[in-house]
């Protein structure tokens, strides 16, 4: 259900929510937060579908504040959806016309849950310091995604740090949650060596590979180099260097499995999808307290980081990273291997001669019964 209520207030909204929730008896009254997105109008429908969806694991009261015109007479168009128009929440859309596209956070502070924590998200472009930030300031978590900003992400990451605060996040950095779970298990198994230099490959306009370098520099104290790859190619592989070989995690791109491979191990093929905005938002949203991994990665990581004047092309062609090309072809095989394993076990039992014989059963449980018995013996 979508109810509309143009040139309103925040009072009439608060009613509104009021005589709906007595009414329809279908709004979710277990929210654990109030989720607050900051949007243009342009980006509004896929911000409010992407919440939604984030909510079905996090039941919250979502409002958006949509900076439609700044120029104008002062307005505010407001917008209720409950139902099945707002995931396992109610969503509450405010229009700001006028100089009240200003005043954001008066506009919401009416419509906030009691005793609920805050958590703002700018699924675009965000405040230079959202802790700084009106919206920002009242909330316990501030959720940004800098992928959303052109150009190289090394100025925008150095922006957040430089900015950063308690409860600061971002969705580059969710994205990575899977690299940073395949590497730290395949660490924490033989043979135990120290890693002496990482090599991360990922595009030239992907936030995310920076960040996953500046992780793997803070927490592993060695060398760290960044190799570019073309724009849109997101991460591409990551090489850890040992004393027995080194440990290879490559995903193609726009591949939703990667190949890991390491001296001394059969070669195998991992799940590793692309992480939705969804996805990634309700991951944001189960932790409230501050993100202590993120904040060293971000302020400290980064700079251990150094960047190759080499191409992804290049780097593969000397041997620095693993080739991609090896890669694919690794997987294909592996995908063959398995196919031919699992045909070659599938082998068809004989169904017994007379299984409807009281004989036949009471014999083959008379022969399973003292076959136990012999056992027990033995053990014994």
Not at 24 to 41: D, K, N, Y
Not at 271 to 296: G, K, M, T
Not at 319 to 337: C, H, L, M
Not at 343 to 363: F, G, R
Request: proline share 7%.
């Amino acid at each position: 259900m979508i109810v509309d209520l143009p040139s309103t207030t925040t009072v009439d909204i608060s009613k509104k929510l009021v005589r709906l929730r007595s009414e329809t008896g279908s709004m979710a009254l277990t929210r654990v937060l109030t989720l607050v997105v900051v949007v243009g109008e342009n980006d509004a429908d896929s911000a409010i579908e992407t919440a939604n969806d984030a909510s079905r694991q996090h039941p919250c009261r979502i409002i958006v504040v949509v900076i439609a015109n700044r120029r104008g007479a002062t307005r505010l168009d407001g917008q209720i959806r409950i139902g099945g128009d707002a995931g396992a929440s109610e969503v509450v859309v405010l229009r700001l016309f006028g100089p009240l596209a200003s005043h954001g956070r008066a506009v919401v502070t009416p419509l906030l849950l009691a005793d609920a924590p805050i958590v703002a998200w700018w699924p675009t472009e965000a405040p230079k310091d959202p802790g700084a930030d009106p919206i920002g300031e009242m909330a316990q978590r501030r959720i940004t995604d800098v992928s959303r900003t052109t150009g190289a992400p090394r100025a925008p990451l150095a922006r957040l740090a430089a900015a950063y605060s308690p409860g600061d996040t971002d969705l580059a950095w969710s994205r990575i949650t899977l690299w940073r779970a395949l590497l730290t298990a395949a660490l924490d198994q033989a043979p135990f060596e120290p890693v002496t230099a990482v090599t991360v490959t990922g595009g030239t306009d992907s936030p995310s590979a920076t960040l996953l370098a500046g992780w793997l520099s803070k927490r592993l104290r060695c060398p760290v180099t960044l190799v570019p790859s073309r724009k849109g190619t997101g991460i591409i592989s990551v090489r850890l260097d040992r004393p027995s070989g080194p440990l290879d995690l490559v995903r193609p791109q726009n591949g939703t499995t990667a190949t890991m491979s390491q001296a001394g191990r059969p070669e195998r093929t991992i799940a590793l999808p692309p992480r939705s905005d969804a996805e990634c938002l309700a991951d944001e949203l189960r932790r409230l307290d501050p993100d202590e991994v993120y904040a060293e990665a971000l302020r400290q990581g980064l700079d251990g980081v150094s960047h190759s004047r080499r191409t992804s092309t290049e780097a593969q062609r000397k041997g620095i990273t693993p080739s991609v090309a090896e890669s694919r072809e690794d997987a294909a095989r592996i995908r063959r291997e398995s196919k031919v394993s699992a045909s070659s076990a599938m082998i068809e039992a004989p169904m017994p001669e007379k299984a409807d014989d009281p004989k036949q059963v009471k014999k083959a449980a008379a022969a399973q019964l003292e076959t136990a018995r012999a056992k027990r013996k033995k053990s014994s």
